[in-house]
């Protein structure tokens, strides 16, 4: 028989880009149906390993892709929702998550793909409703994914009769560690483990692998698939890259531990098969899901030394940004209002530091361009947000209970002062984008125009650590000087813009470098002005 191999080459390819496409397209859709909530089951499960296990299981399942989950870990950490043990409970529980493919390809509808695609689509075209569409999102990629695997499957079947292959599986029967590499550099080129399995299911559906060869590869595609990992800690924070780290050690150590006993593993899937007179695709199924759920139980209760471990082999101090509140027990609103006003406030302060900080590596990326700064200022921009929406809902259960004329006060300033603070956030973060255009665009600003936007900055900076010093001892000295310096910003802003525009006139600065200065310091006078609503409350004579 003539083996067209361009057909074969051109069915293999085609299949693997429709799955690829069919695995991100309903792992999207199933993303847009859980909303915010994939963040939300992280940072809330996360308490111990055992509820991270469980998370990671849960939104793995929802997005559809290890690496995913993993790269979502690895963004928590560095942000610091999470640390280092947490993530590690959750990458254990990405690995078991990720089976859940294999099963659904075992269950051997390709040939109705076609139709699910014809719903999919119906879904997708006719309904405006966005829940429908998401629906229809998650249909038509379910039914992609077995589209191309049936192409890949049909593309792979003339390969029993090329000799190369032949040897190649004789190889890696007699020498796993073939397979493991065969694995790994498969998963890694094409970033998908769950791709590389189903590739794994249709080989061993076709009869063209044993047991011997294809339980080796699919330890490599465990292996493999933690490069994503990898590639999303380049460059992140310490703990990011610790998390990567120990994706890829559990995987290794996995992989390792089941080399060992290989053949008693292989045995009993063989067992299991004839048993459940199960599909050979589903009998991958099971070794993938066995592998994967008993790596994890074995390595449970050594999250401490794995953590450890890669504390040593990665050194260094990470300045992570606590996000999460660390003063807000519900308890203490039933006990006392008083006590939960004044545990709101410490956290209200936090929040304050936290702006500051974020004006000053602002400051930072105006002077150096320096991306790091503009990384560090929009995360604090962020714990900025995740405190105020913390505050607000503890704020609002205080609300709830009989308060005295004087904590009703109180309540209502942090109230405002939350506002104003996520405000200034906002602000840096405006600023932020507008030197990120500035350096993209590559708008000049002249030297002139640079010492004044220093100037405006200092003035602006000095002027909310006085209003954050006069929230936190209810200084109203610092609070009038907040006031008298409020008045020096909104007049420095109003000549700096006519000193702009005179620029502008005579040629020196361009169009482009003078919007992107007049943006920058109205953001600076709105600061000024939240910082004045703060000072404000503490005077008690805010509007």
């Given at each position: 028989m003539e083996l067209d191999i361009q057909k074969m080459i051109f069915e293999f390819i085609g299949g693997l880009g429709i799955f690829l496409f069919g695995i991100k397209y309903m792992?999207?859709?199933?993303?847009?149906?859980?909303?915010?909530?994939?963040?939300?089951?992280?940072?809330?499960?996360?308490?111990?390993?055992?509820?991270?296990?469980?998370?990671?299981?849960?939104?793995?399942?929802?997005?559809?892709?290890?690496?995913?989950?993993?790269?979502?870990?690895?963004?928590?950490?560095?942000?610091?929702?999470m640390n280092l043990r947490q993530a590690i409970g959750v990458i254990m529980g990405a690995n078991i998550g990720t089976t859940v493919t294999a099963f659904i390809i075992g269950i051997k509808i390709s040939d109705y793909a076609l139709?699910?695609?014809?719903?999919?689509?119906?879904?997708?075209?006719?309904?405006?409703?966005?829940?429908?569409?998401?629906?229809?999102?998650?249909?038509?990629?379910?039914?992609?994914?077995?589209?191309?695997?049936?192409?890949?499957?049909?593309?792979?079947?003339?390969?029993?009769?090329?000799?190369?292959?032949?040897?190649?599986?004789?190889?890696?029967?007699?020498?796993?560690?073939?397979?493991?590499?065969?694995?790994?550099v498969f998963t890694v080129i094409v970033q998908s483990s769950s791709a590389t399995i189903g590739i794994l299911q249709g080989l061993f559906g076709q009869g063209l692998l044993d047991l011997n060869a294809a339980l080796p590869v699919l330890f490599g595609d465990n292996i493999g698939t933690t490069i994503t990992a990898v590639l999303a800690s380049i460059g992140a924070t310490v703990a990011a890259r610790r998390a990567a780290l120990t994706h890829v050690i559990f995987n290794l150590i996995g992989t390792a531990l089941f080399l060992i006993i290989l053949p008693v593993?292989?045995?009993?899937?063989?067992m299991l098969q004839d048993n459940l007179n199960l599909n050979p695709e589903m009998t991958i199924a099971f070794a993938h899901?066995?592998?994967?759920?008993?790596?994890?139980?074995?390595?449970?209760?050594?999250?401490?030394?794995?953590?450890?471990?890669?504390?040593?082999?990665?050194?260094?101090?990470?300045?992570?940004?606590?996000?999460?509140?660390?003063?807000?027990d519900p308890m203490f609103i039933e006990q006392s209002p008083s006590i939960a006003l004044g545990q709101a406030k410490e956290e209200v302060i936090r929040m304050s530091q936290f702006a500051s900080l974020g004006l000053e590596e602002t400051i930072k990326y105006s002077q150096s361009q320096n991306q790091k700064n503009a990384d560090v200022a929009l995360q604090l921009e962020d714990a900025i947000n995740n405190l105020d929406r913390k505050i607000t809902d503890y704020l609002v259960l205080i609300s709830a209970s009989s308060m005295s004329e004087h904590d009703s006060e109180e309540h209502s300033t942090l109230m405002n002062t939350v506002r104003d603070i996520e405000r200034i956030g906002d602000h840096f973060e405006n600023i932020v984008e507008l030197i990120e255009y500035q350096i993209s665009n590559k708008v000049k600003m002249t030297d002139n125009a640079m010492e004044d936007l220093e100037e405006m900055f200092q003035l602006t900076l000095s002027t909310i650590n006085e209003a954050f010093k006069a929230l936190e001892d209810n200084d109203k000295v610092a609070a009038r000087e907040v006031v008298t310096k409020e008045n020096q910003i909104d007049?420095?802003?109003?000549?700096?813009?006519?000193?702009?525009?005179?620029?502008?006139?005579?040629?020196?600065?361009?169009?482009?470098?003078?919007?992107?200065?007049?943006?920058?310091?109205?953001?600076?006078?709105r600061i000024g002005d939240h910082a004045v609503n703060i000072a404000e409350a503490v005077l008690g004579e805010r509007h």
């Amino acid at each position: 028989m003539e083996l067209d191999i361009q057909k074969m080459i051109f069915e293999f390819i085609g299949g693997l880009g429709i799955f690829l496409f069919g695995i991100k397209y309903m792992g999207d859709g199933l993303q847009k149906s859980a909303g915010d909530k994939l963040r939300d089951i992280l940072d809330r499960f996360t308490t111990n390993p055992i509820m991270g296990v469980l998370a990671g299981i849960i939104v793995t399942i929802l997005i559809q892709s290890s690496s995913g989950t993993t790269v979502l870990t690895v963004g928590l950490v560095s942000a610091g929702f999470m640390n280092l043990r947490q993530a590690i409970g959750v990458i254990m529980g990405a690995n078991i998550g990720t089976t859940v493919t294999a099963f659904i390809i075992g269950i051997k509808i390709s040939d109705y793909a076609l139709p699910i695609i014809a719903v999919g689509a119906l879904l997708l075209f006719f309904f405006k409703n966005k829940k429908i569409h998401n629906l229809g999102q998650i249909v038509f990629g379910f039914g992609a994914l077995f589209l191309g695997l049936s192409m890949m499957s049909g593309g792979m079947k003339p390969l029993r009769s090329l000799e190369a292959f032949q040897e190649l599986t004789v190889n890696m029967s007699s020498s796993p560690i073939l397979g493991v590499v065969i694995g790994t550099v498969f998963t890694v080129i094409v970033q998908s483990s769950s791709a590389t399995i189903g590739i794994l299911q249709g080989l061993f559906g076709q009869g063209l692998l044993d047991l011997n060869a294809a339980l080796p590869v699919l330890f490599g595609d465990n292996i493999g698939t933690t490069i994503t990992a990898v590639l999303a800690s380049i460059g992140a924070t310490v703990a990011a890259r610790r998390a990567a780290l120990t994706h890829v050690i559990f995987n290794l150590i996995g992989t390792a531990l089941f080399l060992i006993i290989l053949p008693v593993f292989t045995k009993f899937i063989a067992m299991l098969q004839d048993n459940l007179n199960l599909n050979p695709e589903m009998t991958i199924a099971f070794a993938h899901g066995i592998f994967n759920t008993s790596n994890t139980l074995i390595q449970l209760p050594f999250i401490a030394v794995l953590a450890w471990i890669v504390t040593k082999i990665i050194p260094g101090e990470d300045s992570v940004i606590e996000y999460k509140t660390t003063h807000l027990d519900p308890m203490f609103i039933e006990q006392s209002p008083s006590i939960a006003l004044g545990q709101a406030k410490e956290e209200v302060i936090r929040m304050s530091q936290f702006a500051s900080l974020g004006l000053e590596e602002t400051i930072k990326y105006s002077q150096s361009q320096n991306q790091k700064n503009a990384d560090v200022a929009l995360q604090l921009e962020d714990a900025i947000n995740n405190l105020d929406r913390k505050i607000t809902d503890y704020l609002v259960l205080i609300s709830a209970s009989s308060m005295s004329e004087h904590d009703s006060e109180e309540h209502s300033t942090l109230m405002n002062t939350v506002r104003d603070i996520e405000r200034i956030g906002d602000h840096f973060e405006n600023i932020v984008e507008l030197i990120e255009y500035q350096i993209s665009n590559k708008v000049k600003m002249t030297d002139n125009a640079m010492e004044d936007l220093e100037e405006m900055f200092q003035l602006t900076l000095s002027t909310i650590n006085e209003a954050f010093k006069a929230l936190e001892d209810n200084d109203k000295v610092a609070a009038r000087e907040v006031v008298t310096k409020e008045n020096q910003i909104d007049s420095m802003e109003r000549s700096l813009r006519k000193k702009h525009i005179l620029r502008i006139n005579e040629g020196m600065c361009s169009g482009q470098a003078g919007i992107v200065f007049v943006d920058i310091i109205s953001n600076l006078e709105r600061i000024g002005d939240h910082a004045v609503n703060i000072a404000e409350a503490v005077l008690g004579e805010r509007h």
